[in-house]
């Protein structure tokens, strides 16, 4: 089991016993409507996820990591890197967050870690994030981590009966340290 220490939480891989805490946190509608997360979301669902990422974990193929809270010891939200390319040293750092833990700085600890994970031990040299134009919280979360807009997918994601723009965004390794 792969584990980043920090203050409030770790970032962990997943086990199966946690599919009933992703399943509690993750079956929020608002969180499937700036994400990849379904809705109606179910358990059977949040097992299929567990399997997968330590499948992608194993093969090097991605990096998925639970955001325990460090009291109840319960996956609270997940944060990772897809498109992970070992070759071009890149990643695109994806998360959502259980709606009872928002504005509590959760987020900014996590993101904070995975940066340092990214450029420090995987070696990145850029790190991307895409973001729906609306997810004005998410938006906000991103650039007070350093990343800077690169452009717009205009009509890129089909949610709610209507396309909207995904907006992109990146950082660089020399950015990062410079902060």
Known sequence: MMKIVGNKINLRTLKRSDAQSIFENAKDKEISQYTNVPHPYTLKAAKEF???TQKDNRLKKA?????????????????DFVRYNKTNKNAEVGYWLGKRYWRQGIMKEALGLLLDFGFNKLKLHRISATVIESNIKSKTRIEKAGFKYEGKS??????????????????LKKEYEKQ
């Open 50 to 52: 567990i399997k997968k």
């Open 63 to 79: 990096y998925y990591f639970g955001i325990e809270d460090k009291k109840s010891k319960q996956i609270i939200g997940m944060i």
């Open 154 to 171: 205009r009509e890129h994601i089909f949610r709610e009966n209507k396309y909207s723009d995904l907006l992109m965004y990146g950082i």
